[in-house]
């Protein structure tokens, strides 16, 4: 309870003391059957008296926790989370949609060097869509880590230059992550004051202390979100949830998963092929993913002692995915070694 309320009063300090307040971006200008948008589909501009929309490009270095931020905002696992950083490896839309009002999250992968990126044998994706997708926002958010003592203090080379290179009347707000893991909340008012200085980033809007994998001060950046879009028509339809299809947040989640159960490097090199997909009459989802390795004994190691790896990979899967597509699902994950040419 302690903790509560020193990271409370933290919080008002600060709206009490910035230099820039929520006017400084503002603007003057029921659920039904949800589903992923198909191939098919596209929703460029959607009509809606008083409708109201935003655009938010969330940024930051590998593993701050962005993608854990977007589902919770959302309250749908749509963004691919591990414990390894490069989980996300190309932009993502996530919607949130209430009442008149529109949010549009936009995931990207963790900003990295060419360097990084040659060395990781990382997708362009990693270099071109944060600065593509952060062009082309209504306002960005930054989420920082400050679980790490030796970086908390330091916001990131990468982050810094992208924010220097865009276009300066995109509004910025800091968000700083992972506020459970700090023992000494009286540590975030001193975080706070060098990260918005004149040697990194002084032109944060608004600042906001959260832990996303908990849900702590998730409301209150989702209300500041509502009342700062823009008067402007939708851009996707109230049941869409997500510009990902469901054979990508099903490989996707899957690869996710990977990264937490096996070690090294072998998530990384393993493919995945979706093999089957069904819906039933009842509403149930039914697939099949093929994980194929370059290697019998990478095989192996996925699958593990009397097949209790896989079967508790496959479990994990089945109960992400729910979260995500709000259905039964049945997951059979099969392993195959590929064969040498």
């Keep these: 309870m302690l903790c509560i309320i020193q990271k409370r009063i933290i919080q008002k300090t600060y709206c009490l003391t910035r230099q820039f307040t929520l006017r400084a971006i503002l603007y003057q200008e029921n659920q ?42 959302v309250d749908r696992s749509i963004c691919p989370t591990s414990s390894k950083v490069h989980t996300t490896q190309t932009k993502c839309d996530a919607v949130y949609s209430s009442e008149n009002t529109q949010l549009v999250f936009v995931d990207t992968p963790g900003l990295v060097t060419k360097h990084e990126k040659n060395r990781y044998k990382l997708s362009n994706s990693f270099e071109d869509d944060p600065k593509a997708s952060a062009n082309i926002a209504d306002i960005i958010g930054v989420v920082h880590d400050v679980s790490n003592r030796y970086t908390r203090n330091v916001l990131h080379s990468n982050v810094l230059n992208l924010l220097k290179s865009l276009q300066s009347e995109i509004p910025t707000i800091l968000i700083i992550n992972k506020i ?35 849900s702590d001060g998730i409301n209150n950046l989702k209300e500041y979100l509502m009342y700062s879009a823009k008067s402007k028509n939708w851009q996707y339809n109230e049941e869409t949830y997500t510009d990902q299809s469901m054979e990508t947040i099903i490989k996707q989640t899957v690869r996710a998963k990977l990264m937490d159960f096996l070690p090294n490097e072998i998530p990384y090199m393993s493919h995945l092929t979706l093999e089957h997909l069904q819906k039933s009459s009842e509403g149930g989802i039914i697939a099949s993913v093929i994980i194929e390795n370059s290697t019998k004994k990478k095989s192996s190691i996925i699958i593990g002692k009397n097949a209790e790896r896989i079967k508790l990979i496959a479990q994990t899967c089945e109960k992400e995915l729910q979260y995500a597509l709000r259905a039964p699902v049945k997951l059979i994950l099969c392993i195959k070694t590929k064969k040498l040419t």
């Design 180 to 214: 459970d893991k700090l023992k000494d909340k009286t540590k975030l008012l001193e975080i706070i004051r060098i990260l918005t200085s004149k040697t990194y980033w002084p032109n944060f809007s608004d600042v906001f202390l959260i832990s996303a994998l908990k």
């Design 32 to 73: 039904s059957e949800e589903y992923t948008l198909t191939p098919e589909t596209n929703f460029t501009s959607i009509r809606r008296e008083n409708a109201s929309f935003l655009r938010i490009a969330i940024i930051g270095a590998p593993n701050a926790g962005k993608s854990t931020l977007i589902n919770s905002l």
